[in-house]
């Protein structure tokens, strides 16, 4: 167990459950709630990779702070099975709360066939060691000695009282609602809006409107039960409605990039199904009709393909075509993308690929979270071509990130590979309102009307003109007198092939040093960000990049608030690499650390690859969980007392 800091009004509030019980559901619910009372919100959902019946569970910070992530210990822990209060009960913060149902008091630890064999290891270890039966009341028992309030909810018996009253004697039909329940006990003994929480649960369901008020009657039922019960004045945890955050909303991060693709103007996305990457897709699939700034409808074409390969392919025959196209995958689908994204950059076409990162290799663990395709996305193919490598560090980064690197395709005319994450893509959080005129769109050099041969003075149009520019104006498939041809050969100007040795050093020289374009005009807040102590320059300097970017700010805050001189420098563009401006945000820096969610610390390679120093620590994480910034904080902490080791390996996690 990580020692854990926590900021003033904060907690952490954690619902777990069988997959496809409506954990997820719940957990909307209760961020939406807490979003409407006026607090901030961070979220993060962590499940298994089948279908239904793993344990799956969703963790909800809640704070009158600004706050970027989750922290180790839990508040408030709602279950509805044993697995739940089983896995979570070692999490439990002194002081917290425990919600479970008291007809699953008497139930054993090998009674609960889906909790994995070591995880049994260790919870009977932890009960035997503290003389417990191997049972949930045993676990019960632990937790009431570590001042942990218990407060049994029997949920079938009450559903049958419900369902008396609702004058609906099915109760198989009113079993759904058992997650509303559980949520709506949490609240009653947060003494939290009921109004809000049943407008919350009616949000959630409102495509489903009988289900919804079914729902809200069931939690109302259970609010009342729970009041009359219990008292929540030992539990010294409450959330009270204040004044809603002015122009804030609340988005889930498998939404952001997708909406950045509406307002950047992609009409043709391609994906086959993988996770995480698939709810970028779906999501567009479900709003595929839009309305225009101009009042008009446009609409968005998304094409489920029969696999990876033709998925990148079809975009790139989309982008010729002078749509915006992208196409959306994770670490698996990427690999099988290799050669085409090579065709992509022989051919200088602007394609967008979206590669939301899991734990690999192979399948690996494939709906958990890692950031180990940085070095992939920069290297990958063969032989040598110009990508843009660009990572977004949140929720609402990746909206504008998703308009920015469409304008970077366009302009420098390459692919560029968007690098997103499981962790983004299954978080929830509150954040600004999106401002779609924030980022302008940048299309380029595009030739659209081409004169006839005889009326030309320059001759051939020449796609690939050679010249001082290495960027040739683009002519779309279909232009009139724009004749080309693409290869994946090497090429002549006008696209023929050859196999020319001059010709070779020109093209690959005109491609190349289009990087050298995009690295000095790209904007330094688009290169690397400093975040902190800017102005003394003997601090111990964090670098790291991606999803990590929350932790690391809320584990500075606390550390700065008690006198260590940190600052943090996130790395937005990774190829090609700012090595000029890293050099400048680091310089006098005492102490460079280097945090990141892989194995072998790539970002910390392509520092001393490009600055020729060397990282005196590095923080590493790759068990499938997110970073917390518990854990954060903890490591920095071992680093200035001068006791740590050069590499820390973070483990925590469920």
Same mark, same amino acid.
């Given at each position: ?32 709630? %807490? ?230 103007? %992609? ?163 509150? %954040? ?223």
């Amino acid at each position: 167990m990580t020692q854990s800091y926590y900021a003033d009004n904060s907690l952490t509030w954690v619902i777990g459950g069988a997959q496809g019980s409506g954990v997820d559901s719940a957990a909307n619910i209760f961020s939406r709630a %807490c979003a409407q009372a006026g607090f901030n919100i961070f979220g993060n959902r962590e499940y298994y990779s089948n279908i239904k019946g793993e344990h799956s569970y969703f963790t909800v910070r809640v704070s009158d702070e600004p706050i970027h992530s989750h922290v180790d210990l839990i508040d408030i822990l709602v279950s509805f099975d044993a697995e739940t209060v089983f896995v979570h009960t070692s999490e439990m913060k002194e002081g917290g709360a425990i919600i479970y149902d008291s007809d699953l008091a008497e139930t054993t630890l090998r009674e609960v066939p889906t909790i994995d064999e070591y995880a049994v290891r260790r919870i009977s270890s932890m009960l035997e060691s503290s003389g417990k039966p191997l049972s949930l009341r045993g676990m019960l028992d632990y937790a009431h000695e570590k001042n942990i309030k218990l407060y049994g909810i029997p949920y079938f018996r009450l559903l049958k009282q419900f369902s008396e009253q609702m004058g609906d004697h099915t109760l198989s039909k009113l079993t759904r609602t058992v997650n509303v329940m559980a949520l709506s006990a949490s609240m009653a003994i947060l003494n939290f809006d009921k109004h809000i929480l049943s407008e919350s649960i009616r949000y959630v369901f409102r495509t489903k409107p009988k289900i919804a008020e079914n729902n809200v009657s069931a939690a109302n039922f259970v609010y009342d039960h729970v009041k009359l019960q219990f008292s929540s004045k030992d539990l010294k945890r409450e959330l009270k409605y204040k004044k809603p955050l002015d122009s804030t909303i609340l988005v889930q991060g498998n939404q952001s990039s997708a909406l950045g693709k509406l307002v950047a103007g %992609c009409r043709f996305q391609t994906y086959y199904p993988i996770t995480p990457a698939s709810d970028d897709s779906e999501f567009l699939e479900s709003h595929q009709i839009l309305e225009q700034s101009n009042g008009e409808e446009g609409s968005i074409l998304v094409i489920q393909t029969e696999d990876e390969i033709a998925a990148v392919t079809m975009a790139i025959g989309g982008a010729l075509t002078g749509v915006r196209s992208a196409t959306a995958t994770s670490g698996p689908g990427f690999s099988l993308m290799v050669e085409a994204l090579g065709w992509a950059g022989i051919n200088e076409v602007p394609l967008v690929v979206s590669l939301y990162q899991r734990a690999g290799p192979a399948t690996g663990l494939p709906t958990r979270h890692e950031q180990g395709d940085l070095l992939f996305a920069v290297h990958a193919g063969h032989g040598e071509f110009p990508r843009i490598v660009f990572s977004s560090g949140d929720i609402e980064e990746s909206f504008y990130d998703t308009i920015k690197v469409f304008n970077f395709a366009e302009k420098y005319q390459m692919p560029v590979i968007h690098l997103l994450d499981k962790a983004i893509a299954n978080s929830v959080a509150t %954040c600004r309102n999106f401002d779609q005129h924030r980022v302008k769109i940048d299309r380029g050099q595009i030739v659209n009307k081409i004169p006839p041969a005889d009326q030309r003075v320059d001759g051939k149009y020449l796609r690939f003109k050679l010249g001082g520019n290495p960027i040739s104006p683009r002519a779309m498939l279909g232009t009139q007198n724009g004749i080309f041809w693409n290869t994946g050969d090497e090429h002549t100007e006008e696209g023929h092939i050859t196999e020319d040795p001059y010709n070779r050093i020109n093209m690959m020289d005109k491609r190349m040093r289009k990087l050298d374009v995009a690295l000095a005009e790209i904007p330094n807040e688009d290169k690397a960000i400093a975040y902190g102590n800017n102005e003394d320059q003997e601090v111990i300097s964090v670098l790291s990049w991606g999803s990590t970017k929350g932790s690391i700010l809320d584990a500075l805050n606390q550390l700065n608030r008690e006198g260590e001189k940190m600052r943090f420098i996130q790395l937005r563009l990774l190829h090609p690499f700012p090595a000029s401006l890293l050099e400048t945000l680091i310089r006098g820096s005492k102490i460079l650390v280097d945090i990141e969610m892989n194995y072998s610390s790539q970002l910390a390679s392509l520092v001393e690859q490009h600055l020729k120093r060397e990282i005196d620590y590095t923080v590493v994480k790759y068990n499938g969980r997110p970073m917390s910034s518990s854990e954060i904080y903890n490591a920095l902490k071992l680093i200035t007392s001068g006791n740590a080791p050069r590499r820390q390996v973070l483990e925590y996690g469920t």
